[in-house]
């Protein structure tokens, strides 16, 4: 059984429609990318999925229970974490605290300790006592993602976590996704890089106008196919 599936999802910004109808699923432990143009609407799916736009409950499942009208901090609580677009991390608390937050809707005994986040992300041990602010984008990022994972998600969602960062900075936070695929955790990438998308993923979904237009292996999937349904061109 999927571990999470959309059902037909629909999302709208008052009178505006974002999203018309996407299905899609996830399996435990899977890598699954998300592409897309801009205002193609992966943020609004995320935003679903996490409980921020509200939903009819059958529009979303996980481990085939509907959970599409549960709040934000239900969801959180039964494992889905996310990693936002900007990171929004708390900027006059340190590392530390930013990161113990996270842990404050904590699920099973745990699988991420703050050690587990060091481990992960070295420099965050030495900056631990600094606050958000004082830290580059780079380090920010790995805040941001080791805040979501100590809660012990089931699933991590990543909005654009490679934006605005220099390549080096990229490659080492990418370098953080086996360790946490370790851990059985599945995860969902949205990515405006779509070679680096492919690159570690399982499966790619592509998203136009508020539509899913491909979804396929990521290895298996064309340049062709891509340019396809981002672009609505044959
Ligand atoms: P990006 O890569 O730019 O973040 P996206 O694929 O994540 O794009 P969304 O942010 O989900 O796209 O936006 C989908 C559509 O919904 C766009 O047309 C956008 O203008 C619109 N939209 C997004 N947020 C809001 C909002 N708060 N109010 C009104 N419309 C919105």
Not at 89 to 114: A, C, D, H, K, M
């Given at each position: 059984m999927a571990l999470l599936s959309t059902h037909a999802l629909t999302a709208q910004y008052g009178q505006f429609?974002?999203?018309?109808g996407v299905d899609l699923h996830i399996d435990p432990g899977e890598c699954v990318a998300i592409i897309g143009a801009n205002g193609a609407g992966k943020t609004t799916l995320m935003r679903a999925i996490t409980g921020v736009l509200k939903n009819a409950p059958e529009m979303i499942r996980l481990g085939g229970e509907?959970?599409?009208?549960?709040p934000p901090d239900r969801i959180l609580q039964r494992g889905i974490a996310m990693v936002p677009e900007g990171r929004k991390?708390?900027?006059?608390?340190t590392v530390e605290e930013n990161l113990l937050i996270g842990g404050?809707?904590?699920?099973?005994?745990?699988?991420?300790?703050l050690d587990d986040i060091y481990r992960l992300f070295p420099i965050l041990k030495d900056r631990?006592?600094?606050?958000?602010?004082?830290?580059?984008g780079g380090q920010q990022q790995m805040v941001a993602i080791g805040r979501a994972l100590m809660s012990n998600p089931e699933l991590l969602l990543c909005d654009?976590?490679?934006?605005?960062?220099a390549p080096v900075v990229i490659r080492d936070i990418y370098a953080a996704l086996p360790a946490i695929r370790a851990t059985g955790a599945a995860v969902i990438l949205v990515e405006q890089d779509i070679t680096r998308a492919l690159s570690v993923a399982d499966r790619v979904y592509c998203m136009m106008e508020g539509r899913v237009t491909l979804t396929a292996p990521a290895g298996q999937v064309t340049r062709e196919a891509i340019h396809a349904a981002y672009f609505g061109a044959a």
């Amino acid at each position: 059984m999927a571990l999470l599936s959309t059902h037909a999802l629909t999302a709208q910004y008052g009178q505006f429609k974002a999203l018309f109808g996407v299905d899609l699923h996830i399996d435990p432990g899977e890598c699954v990318a998300i592409i897309g143009a801009n205002g193609a609407g992966k943020t609004t799916l995320m935003r679903a999925i996490t409980g921020v736009l509200k939903n009819a409950p059958e529009m979303i499942r996980l481990g085939g229970e509907p959970i599409g009208a549960l709040p934000p901090d239900r969801i959180l609580q039964r494992g889905i974490a996310m990693v936002p677009e900007g990171r929004k991390l708390f900027p006059s608390l340190t590392v530390e605290e930013n990161l113990l937050i996270g842990g404050q809707v904590r699920r099973g005994s745990g699988r991420w300790s703050l050690d587990d986040i060091y481990r992960l992300f070295p420099i965050l041990k030495d900056r631990r006592h600094s606050p958000g602010t004082a830290l580059s984008g780079g380090q920010q990022q790995m805040v941001a993602i080791g805040r979501a994972l100590m809660s012990n998600p089931e699933l991590l969602l990543c909005d654009e976590i490679s934006l605005g960062l220099a390549p080096v900075v990229i490659r080492d936070i990418y370098a953080a996704l086996p360790a946490i695929r370790a851990t059985g955790a599945a995860v969902i990438l949205v990515e405006q890089d779509i070679t680096r998308a492919l690159s570690v993923a399982d499966r790619v979904y592509c998203m136009m106008e508020g539509r899913v237009t491909l979804t396929a292996p990521a290895g298996q999937v064309t340049r062709e196919a891509i340019h396809a349904a981002y672009f609505g061109a044959a």
